[in-house]
C-alpha cells in the first residue's frame, strides 16, 4: 500500500471517530440539569420523598403517591394537616391530632391521644412525635415509647439520630433512653436539619453550621439563604431570591433557579421543589453524567488512534 493511499485511509479513520467524540459530547451537553413540573399546582400544602417515592399532601385531604413516573391517590381525608415517610412507612397527622398509618393497602389510626404538633422519620421508618406539651414519642416496630419529657421544645428533625429544638434554640440530641447531650447553644438558630449522623443548623444571619463527628464546621458566607434541607448526604439550600445551591463533596454547586420557591425535599437524585403556586417540580439528571455507551466510545476511540499513529509511525510508505 502506497503511502498517499494510507495516509488518506488514517486521515479519513480519524476524522469519523472525532466526529462520534463530538457526538457523543452533544448527548452529554444535552443533559444538563433542569426542572419539569410532575403536578400543577391545586392545593399542594406539602411533599416529602422516601428513596424514589414521591407523596404530596393537598389541601383537600388527598394524599398523593407517585412511584415509577406514574400518580395515584393513597386517602382522602378532610383536614389533614401533615405527612411524614420513611422506609416505605407513611403517616399522616388529623386535624384532631390524631395520627395514621398506611399498612399494606389500608389506613389504620395509630395514636387517638391528639394535641400532636409535628411527626418526622427517620431513616428506618421510625416516627417521631412531638406533642403541644413538649413530649416527644417514638414509634418503632408498631409500639410507642416516650423519649423526651421536654416542655419547651418547638421543633425536631431525625436522620440517624432525634435532634430537638428548644424555645431557647438550644439544640438537643438524643443519645438513647434517658440520654440527651446538649449539642448548641442555639443563639440565633432558624432552621435544622438532619442526615445520617450530621446536623445542620441554619443561623438568624443565613450562615449555615455543620456539626459532624463532634466538630462545628461553617459551610457558607450566609448571603440570603432561607431554608435547608439536606438527605442522602445532600445539603440544599434555597435562597430568597429563588436559587437554588447544592452542597455535596465538601463545595457548593448551583441548581437551575426556581422562583418562588417554598420546600425543597430530595433523596438522593430524587430533587423536589414546591413552588408557592403549589408546582411541584422535579430535578432532571441532577448529576448530568456521562453515558456509559459514550464513556465505552471514548476509550475505544483512544485505542484505534494509538493503533493507527504506531501503524503511520512504522510504516515504511511502500
Not at 422519620?121 to 414509634?139: A, F, M, S, T
Not at 485505542?303 to 512504522?314: D, F, P
Amino acid at each position: 500500500m502506497s503511502y498517499h493511499v494510507r495516509a488518506t485511509r488514517n486521515f479519513f479513520l480519524v476524522s469519523v471517530l472525532v466526529t462520534l467524540i463530538l457526538l457523543a459530547s452533544s448527548r452529554v451537553e444535552a443533559q444538563a440539569p433542569t426542572f419539569q413540573v410532575i403536578d400543577p399546582g391545586f392545593g399542594t400544602m406539602q411533599v416529602t420523598v422516601d428513596g424514589s417515592v414521591i407523596y404530596v399532601l393537598k389541601s383537600n385531604g388527598q394524599i398523593w403517591e407517585r412511584r415509577d413516573g406514574k400518580w395515584k391517590r393513597q386517602i382522602t381525608v378532610s383536614g389533614l394537616r401533615m405527612i411524614a415517610a420513611g422506609d416505605d412507612k407513611l403517616y399522616a397527622l388529623q386535624s384532631d391530632g390524631s395520627i395514621i398509618c398506611r399498612e399494606k393497602n389500608h389506613f389504620v389510626v395509630v395514636d387517638r391521644a391528639g394535641e400532636t404538633r409535628q411527626i418526622v422519620c427517620d431513616r428506618q421508618g421510625r416516627l417521631y412525635v412531638l406533642k403541644e406539651n413538649g413530649n416527644v414519642w417514638q414509634r418503632a416496630e408498631k409500639q410507642f415509647k416516650k423519649v423526651s419529657s421536654g416542655t419547651s421544645t418547638r421543633f425536631i428533625t431525625a436522620g440517624d439520630w432525634l435532634y430537638l429544638l428548644q424555645d431557647s434554640d438550644e439544640i438537643f440530641q438524643w443519645m438513647g433512653p434517658d440520654r440527651w447531650s446538649r449539642v448548641d447553644d442555639g443563639r440565633g438558630t432558624r432552621q435544622v436539619a438532619a442526615d445520617l449522623g450530621i446536623l445542620y443548623v441554619l443561623k438568624d444571619d443565613g450562615k449555615i453550621w455543620r456539626r459532624m463527628n463532634d466538630t462545628w464546621q461553617i459551610l457558607n458566607d450566609g448571603m440570603g439563604t432561607d431554608q435547608i434541607s439536606a438527605r442522602a448526604g445532600n445539603l440544599y439550600a434555597i435562597k430568597r431570591q429563588g436559587e437554588l445551591w447544592r452542597y455535596i463533596a465538601e463545595s457548593w454547586s448551583r441548581l437551575p433557579d426556581a422562583p418562588l420557591a417554598r420546600q425543597i425535599a430530595a433523596q438522593g437524585r430524587n430533587v423536589l421543589v414546591l413552588q408557592q403556586n403549589g408546582n411541584l417540580l422535579q430535578l432532571t439528571s441532577p448529576e448530568a453524567p456521562v453515558p456509559i455507551a459514550a464513556q465505552l466510545q471514548f476509550k475505544a476511540t483512544e485505542r484505534l488512534i494509538s493503533k493507527i499513529s504506531a501503524e503511520s509511525v512504522g510504516s515504511s510508505g511502500i
